[in-house]
């Protein structure tokens, strides 16, 4: 099990991590909009760097017509949808709003991963939209939900004992859920630094290759 403070010191240009959560009209790219997107900028201890930004983009009714039932109810629980008609931001400023904040803690483009909840889904709308934001990022991705799924078959005591998540459906408190929930998970599922010692990751990479065998063909 790691440990409760399993913090290290690792050089800025290895550690950052870049957090990205959007609120949609739906979750197909090619006919749904981005209405929300929020981004913070962590180092390898989840640290945050920075205020961040949260910013609500304009959409057009015929945009807002293409939700479906469920997704216009969520906005509309959330305040959202009143929020969206009243904002002034398009696409192109709200772009340019999340990469000033992000180079300003990642200089270096393709150097810092993309991470959040389910992120493959926020990374095809960011891709579509918003694609210079999307050229700065590496394209390695960490997916909480990847975390939540191995507690799930492996540690399920871990999974129940997570944080509760408030489910606002806003993108800034959905981040600050993600970073939470991984800072959980490292805490409870990982091995405590330095991590294993010579002679125990040769001994695990023995089993894993008798395991499995020669996947070579």
């Known amino acids: 099990m790691a440990q409760n403070d399993p ?6 240009a290895e550690d950052r991590i870049v957090w990205i959560d959007c609120e949609m009209t739906g979750l197909e790219p090619e006919r749904h909009v ?11 201890n989840l640290n945050v760097l920075g205020e961040g930004v949260d910013i609500v983009i304009h959409a057009t009714e015929t945009e807002l017509a293409q939700m479906d039932d469920f997704v216009t109810q969520m906005h509309a629980n959330s305040g959202l949808d009143d929020e969206i008609r009243a ?18 803690w990642v200089p270096d483009a393709r150097t810092a991963p993309l991470a959040g909840n389910s992120i493959a889904s926020d990374r095809k709308f960011i891709h579509r939209y918003m694609p210079e934001l999307d050229q700065h990022l590496h394209y ?21 004992g997570a944080p509760e998540k408030g489910l606002a459906h806003r993108a800034l408190a959905d981040i600050k859920e993600s970073i939470r929930e991984l800072d959980y998970y490292r805490r409870v599922m990982m091995v405590a630094h330095p991590g294993p010692n010579g002679e125990e990751i040769r001994a695990a990479a023995e089993a894993s290759a008798e395991k499995f065998g020669d996947i070579r063909g």
């Open 7 to 12: 913090d290290l010191d690792l050089s800025p």
């Open 34 to 44: 981005m209405v929300e997107i929020a981004a913070l900028v962590t180092d390898a």
């Open 87 to 104: 904002s002034e931001i398009d696409i192109t400023a709200a772009e340019k709003a999340v990469l000033d904040y992000v180079r300003a």
């Open 140 to 160: 390695r991705m960490i997916d909480v939900s990847s975390f939540k799924e191995a507690a799930r078959r492996w540690y399920p005591g871990v999974l129940a």
